[in-house]
């Protein structure tokens, strides 16, 4: 079973830049989300989707693009990247189990990105 | 969004019980309280989830008041592999937010 797959594990960039990052699941869960995690630092919520053409922004969508046209992909844009996107990406995702709360996140093994 | 707040860091020896507590004063009626452990170049993994009073599974305890503003992780004789970062999070809705957790380190 091979859970949430994030690709490619590393990527370097110029600024300016456009790149997809890829994250796919093979749980058939509802809920997917993207975030980024800084050195020393906690993660922060980019964006989330709670099912096939549904997304919405989280604590720090600016630069980021998302779209959700199947239930197992959520790849997530950078349409022009700027040094401060630097970061270790994770993606992840749950069962809703029909309610209004996530459930157990399962994540990916992250993705490093460095932008010159 | 409730805001939690938990200590930066803690010490601990092998064979000892951790306990990690995490305020969140402004929790609200629906939300639950969930734990993550995140080792270095992996992703955040889960360990418990609770609501009220107290849950056990194979690896920790979560105890919960009955007015919910707080929260305490128990790790039941720890060993050096439960050298990690431990995030306590507040959810409710689907904007499931990290804070900054607490790094623990085991001692041998």
């Known amino acids: 079973n091979a859970g949430v797959t994030q690709t490619p594990k590393f990527q370097v960039l110029k600024t300016g830049q456009s790149m997809t990052l890829q994250c796919a699941q093979d749980?058939?869960?509802?809920?997917m989300s993207w975030y980024r995690q800084d050195p020393g630092m906690g993660l922060r919520l980019i964006h989330y989707?709670?099912?096939?053409?549904?997304?919405d922004q989280g604590e720090v969508p600016n630069g980021y693009n998302v779209s959700r046209s199947t239930t197992e992909d959520f790849p997530l844009r950078l349409l022009s990247a700027a040094p401060s996107q630097t970061s270790v990406y994770f993606c992840?995702?749950?069962?809703?189990?029909?309610?209004?709360?996530?459930?157990?996140?399962?994540f990916g093994e992250g993705s490093r990105l460095t932008v010159l | 969004l409730a805001k939690t707040t938990q200590p930066i860091s803690m010490d601990s020896y092998e064979g000892q019980e951790v306990n990690i507590t995490c305020s969140h004063n402004?929790?609200?009626?629906?939300?639950?309280i969930t734990w993550y452990q995140q080792f270095p170049s992996q992703g955040p993994r889960f360990i418990i989830q609770?609501?009220?009073t107290k849950v056990t599974n194979e690896v920790a305890s979560l105890f919960i008041p009955a007015d919910r503003k707080s929260s305490t992780l128990s790790l039941p004789r720890v060993s050096l592999s439960d050298t990690a970062v431990y995030y306590c999070?507040?959810?409710?809705?689907?904007?499931?937010?990290f804070g900054a957790g607490t790094r623990l380190f085991v001692k041998a």
């Open positions: 992840a995702s749950s069962s809703l189990g029909g309610g209004p709360n996530t459930g157990e996140l399962f």
């Open positions: 749980m058939n869960h509802e809920y």
């Open positions: 989707s709670v099912g096939a053409g549904i997304t």
């Open positions: 402004n929790i609200a009626t629906n939300d639950y």
């Open positions: 609770g609501y009220k």
């Open positions: 999070l507040v959810e409710g809705g689907f904007k499931t937010i």
